[in-house]
């Protein structure tokens, strides 16, 4: 009944999710060449770019995914980076039971 009708991906939304697509990689590709500065500037370049790429092109959030599910410590070390929201949701869990656990 409220179902949304669906966007087409054509428009502002489109040209914008494209520079978006394109933005991410190359912000990876670029995070080197920006490393070799002075300062830490390679590192915040390259999780924009890796940000960007897990949220809008699926075949990197697939394979984060599968990395994450082969090396569990990696993935939480990442996601604890990139401030994603399923750290928060783990960390507060695991919080939570260990103050269940010590009553």
Request: glycine share 12%; charged share 25%; no cysteine.
């Amino acid at each position: 009944m409220n179902e949304r009708p669906a966007r087409p991906s054509s428009g502002r939304g489109g040209r914008v999710r494209l520079h978006l697509v394109v933005l991410g990689p190359a912000l990876i590709v670029v995070s080197p060449i920006v490393g070799l500065l002075p300062g830490p500037g390679g590192v915040f370049v390259l999780a924009a770019g890796v940000g960007l790429s897990l949220r809008h092109i699926k075949v990197a959030k697939r394979t984060y995914v599968r990395i994450k599910r082969r090396w569990p410590r990696i993935g939480e070390l990442s996601d604890m980076g990139l401030r994603r929201p399923s750290h928060f949701r783990r960390k507060r869990k695991r919080r939570l039971l260990d103050q269940d656990g010590s009553l």
